[in-house]
């Protein structure tokens, strides 16, 4: 597939996830995620704001879904989104019903595997049960909290090859990427290219961080869409 770029609206207020997603798109973003973050404060009528004001645009709905999988599905498509993520560690049968709600209401299925043991296990199992997408995915919690006893922060490159050749769904790769690595997925096989939280987000305080963005942003976009097929 062509790289895709999508950018994590991480942030707790709609009004200022409106305008970055407004500058985003401008700049070339393909994809807008409402992040959990802005999922929590402004649930459903959050999504239907971004779908409100982006009628083209795809947007995925960050619900790292555990239970209760077909009526979450259910709720965020009728309120606009047209991908959802469900997580690995779920138990199969919500992997399941989010795939066939996803059926259902015409919307894709993203698997995330953050926290799997095994990583590339929890990958070829999302796939397995029918998503169509993998998130290989290094928690935030999980890279600060290693990397303040001292210990080597994980990053999702670390297994990002090896996730992308034990399935046959396209990949993303999120967590604690810088811009340079994040433009570099694509090289991995990895087409799909999450910029957020902290590359233009302000990861601690959950804002949008300072400086000239959008100039940033399509300089971004640019060189991640020349990669052409991946």
């Given at each position: ?22 500058m985003a798109v401008r700049s070339g ?192 976009c640019d060189k991640i869409h020349a990669?052409?097929?991946?």
């Amino acid at each position: 597939m062509k790289p895709v770029v999508q950018i994590s609206l991480d942030l707790t207020n709609i009004e200022e996830a409106l305008a970055t997603a407004k500058m985003a798109v401008r700049s070339g973003v393909d994809w807008l995620e409402a992040g959990t973050p802005l999922l929590l404060a402004e649930g459903l009528h959050g999504v239907e704001k971004l779908r409100s004001s982006f009628p083209e645009i795809p947007i995925v709905a960050d619900l790292k879904t555990m239970d209760g999988g077909y009526l979450e599905t259910e709720m965020m498509a009728k309120a606009g989104a047209t991908h959802v993520v469900v997580m690995a560690r779920a138990h199969e049968e919500t992997i399941r019903v989010v795939v066939q709600a996803g059926k259902d209401f015409g919307v894709k299925v993203m698997g995330d595997n953050l926290g799997c043991p095994d990583m590339v296990e929890g990958a070829r199992r999302l796939e397995r049960l029918g998503c169509d997408y993998i998130i290989h995915h290094i928690g935030y919690d999980e890279r600060r909290g290693i990397a303040a006893r001292g210990l080597p922060m994980p990053s999702p490159l670390d297994q990002l090859r090896e996730v992308v050749e034990a399935v046959n769904i396209p990949v993303q790769a999120v967590g604690g990427l810088s811009l340079e690595q994040a433009i570099r997925c694509p090289e991995f096989g990895a087409p799909m290219v999450v910029l957020g939280a902290p590359l233009t987000i302000d990861a601690d305080a959950f804002k949008t961080a300072d400086g000239d963005l959008e100039s940033s942003l399509k300089l971004i976009c640019d060189k991640i869409h020349a990669y052409g097929e991946v």
